[in-house]
């Protein structure tokens, strides 16, 4: 699959957003080892900070589908991953990250979209 075709499953899920409080509706699709591609949207809340992102919804999918980190090659964003997604990227180890950021394509990896990223195993 190309990164084309993942941007616009990415694009094409995104209408499914629940986003009644800012109208900005986010889609992301990955692309697995195994060929598939899970999907998520961003469903807010009016409790501003229990909204999620598409990516955490894509990968809380993911992981209750079965998949695990590592098991990811690509993530189609339709905009530029927040801070907080740009850790869970890191942390479900994707290979790179695509996404539209205005009217361009951006392709980037995980290192390079979030340098000097937070590694948990560094606490010890």
């Known amino acids: 699959m190309t990164d084309e075709e993942l941007l616009a499953r990415a694009e094409a899920i995104a209408v499914r957003a629940y986003a009644p409080y800012s109208g900005f509706h986010v889609g992301c699709a990955v692309l697995t080892r195994s060929g598939a591609v899970v999907e998520g949207v961003n469903v807010e809340n009016a409790v501003y900070p229990l909204g999620i992102c598409a990516e ?19 993530a189609a964003i339709t905009a530029s991953p927040c801070g907080g997604c740009r850790q869970w990227l890191v942390e479900m ?22 340098p000097e990223q937070f590694d948990a195993s560094d606490l010890s």
């Open 93 to 114: 180890k994707v290979e790179r990250v695509v996404f539209r950021n205005g009217g361009r394509i951006v392709e980037m990896t995980v290192d390079e979209l979030l």
């Open 56 to 74: 955490r919804a894509m990968f809380s999918r993911a992981i209750a589908e079965g998949f695990n980190p590592g098991d990811f090659t690509v």
